[in-house]
């Protein structure tokens, strides 16, 4: 355990962040699976919406600093080819 109080602060610090983050990521895998399973039934139409609102908490994540933004630009392109796939 840490000794110096700015070593404490830095541990709670990174724990909060670390929560934030993982709620963020969460969220994110959340509507990526929507896509997922839109375009394993292959409904065009809710595989389109689902990946709009994807795309959006994506490139929040990613403002947010959570994914680097390659990351994002990756994640984003795979659903997209995923879903003209089915199109």
Known sequence: MANIKSAKKRILVNETKAARNKAIKSK???YVKKVEVAVAKKDV???KAALKEAVSEINKAGS???YHKN???RKIAR???AVNSIA
């Open 45 to 47: 139409e809710a595989a």
């Open 64 to 66: 947010k600093g959570v």
């Open 79 to 81: 659903l997209a080819k």
């Open 28 to 30: 994110v895998k959340t």
């Open 71 to 73: 990351t994002c630009s």
